[in-house]
């Protein structure tokens, strides 16, 4: 008789297969199936068993994504069948990753469930151009907000409150923004946040295809269109950008040369 299964939620991080942590990794070795995201960088499947099945489970934004049921529904599955299954997110789980739906969903159909934290790319993209979140002259938080008022299958919270957010002083870490940043812009400035508030877009942060943009608040929307930058992206914005390396200003050029 197999023994009884168990389902890992782990965080593959923000792209560089380096930035994994070693209980993460442990995991994926063990994993005798992996349900694996599209934005987990594929040399981290590296850690695989040979053995292990693959099964892709993509969720974008825009794009024809696989349903979160589906994905419930084939977790708890295997492990019923006694497998140990490997939920693969970018990121970390409990970031904008609906890890807490999966684990409470998990625990209610009595199947045990661990989750493995990862670094978020709402960490590691602004510190990748040197800008801290917190500063001691500039910044003492952060808010990590989503810039999609639902997701793909029309649930999730209602839109954030933009001019709450921009009387808060603290600086801005929004996922999934790039789509919607026209909206957000405006809604910012209108509830009172600097047009010449400093912003940073990273794309792809520690991958290889890494791309970024430094602009300011009043004219984030045009130079973003002009940039060529798109999604995955954080927005980041707030006085703590001012620490950007100044090489971050000239890679937007780059990228769209390349």
């Known amino acids: 008789?197999?023994?009884?299964?168990?389902?890992?939620?782990?965080?593959?991080?923000?792209?560089d297969p380096e930035l994994l942590t070693l209980k993460a990794v442990k995991a994926i070795a063990a994993a005798e199936v992996l349900l694996v995201d599209d934005l987990v960088?594929?040399?981290?499947?590296?850690?695989?068993?040979?053995?292990?099945?693959r099964v892709p489970v993509g969720k974008r934004g825009g794009?024809?994504?696989t349903s979160q049921q589906f994905i419930e529904a084939l977790m708890v599955a295997e492990a019923r069948a006694g497998r140990c299954v490997v939920?693969?997110?970018?990121?970390?789980?409990?970031?904008?990753?609906?890890?807490?739906?999966?684990?409470?969903?998990?625990m209610a159909e009595g199947i045990e469930v661990?989750?493995?934290?990862?670094?978020?790319s709402g960490l590691a993209a602004p510190a990748s151009i040197g800008v801290p979140l917190t500063h001691r002259d500039w910044s003492s938080g952060a808010i990590f907000v989503t810039g999609h008022d639902r997701n793909e299958e029309g649930e999730g919270a209602r839109s954030p409150d933009w001019a709450l957010l921009a009387q808060s002083g603290l600086t801005l870490v929004i996922y999934m923004g790039v789509a919607r940043c026209r909206q957000i812009q405006a809604a910012l400035l209108a509830g009172g946040k600097a047009s010449h508030t400093p912003v940073a877009v990273i794309q792809s942060a520690t991958g290889a295809r890494q791309a970024q943009?430094?602009?300011?608040?009043?004219a984030l929307p045009d130079d973003l269109?002009?940039?060529?930058?798109?999604?995955?992206?954080?927005?980041?914005?707030?006085?703590?950008?001012?620490c950007a390396d100044l090489a971050a200003s000239t890679a937007v050029a780059a990228a769209a040369r390349g």
Do not use: Q
């Open 1 to 15: 008789m197999r023994n009884k299964g168990k389902v890992y939620l782990v965080g593959a991080g923000p792209g």
């Open 114 to 120: 661990e989750v493995v934290n990862g670094i978020s």
């Open 213 to 218: 943009l430094l602009t300011t608040l009043g």
């Open 63 to 65: 794009c024809r994504s």
């Open 225 to 242: 269109a002009v940039s060529g930058i798109g999604s995955p992206a954080i927005i980041v914005i707030g006085d703590v950008v001012r």
């Open 87 to 106: 939920r693969l997110k970018g990121g970390d789980p409990f970031i904008f990753g609906r890890g807490g739906e999966e684990r409470a969903h998990l």
């Open 41 to 53: 960088n594929p040399e981290i499947l590296g850690h695989a068993s040979p053995t292990a099945r």
